[in-house]
């Protein structure tokens, strides 16, 4: 993997056999996700705005109108739409390669606690990375999985609505 390669790069004294190699990659991880989360919601709302920007232009179409305009703004629109959808999609195979790593990172901690010459807890800095991942992995103003879901759903419906709106525009004249 490239990414493998560019991050052993610049980790050179960490091996994958180490548990900080693994938590700077779910460090790395999460904040891939905040910004997967903030892409995602900003391409919601430029879809939304995009789409009640333009639905009034569409309605005032005549059969005289230029439709050469009509057809960049429609197919704005629908791209805008798939790349929310794809960013979607991005966000969710970066959640599961997270989910990984946190799974072997708790895996293995609970494993050394099981020793008998464990005494302590983990340090607060491993507790806090898998925490700030946890975090990480909900969209904004939802949580969970259904949280990709209602996106997916919303994604999907304005698309659809698009079509349909340009539908109604190109047959009604």
């Not at 919601?44 to 009034?56: F, N, S, T």
Request: proline share 3%; charged share 20%.
């Amino acid at each position: 993997m490239k990414e493998d390669k560019v991050f052993n790069e610049h980790n050179e004294n960490k091996s994958p056999k180490d548990i900080d190699y693994y938590l700077e990659r779910l460090t790395g991880l999460s904040a891939r996700l905040r910004i997967l989360s903030a892409i995602v919601i900003l391409v919601l709302l430029a879809d939304i705005v995009a789409l009640g920007c333009i639905a009034p232009y569409f309605t005032m179409m005549n059969r005289y109108s230029d439709y050469s305009d009509y057809f960049i703004y429609y197919f704005i629109i629908i791209f805008i739409s798939t790349s929310g959808i794809f960013s979607l999609l991005a966000f969710h195979g970066t959640k599961k390669r997270g989910m990984v790593y946190y799974e072997e990172i708790v895996d293995e901690i609970e494993w050394s606690s099981m020793r008998s010459d464990f005494k302590e807890r983990p340090p607060i800095g491993i507790r806090v990375v898998i925490k700030d991942f946890l975090k990480s992995t909900d969209l904004p103003f939802t949580s969970g999985q259904n949280g990709q879901t209602l996106y997916f759903a919303l994604f999907l419906a304005l698309f659809f609505l698009t079509i349909a709106l340009g539908t109604l525009v190109i047959f009604r004249y």
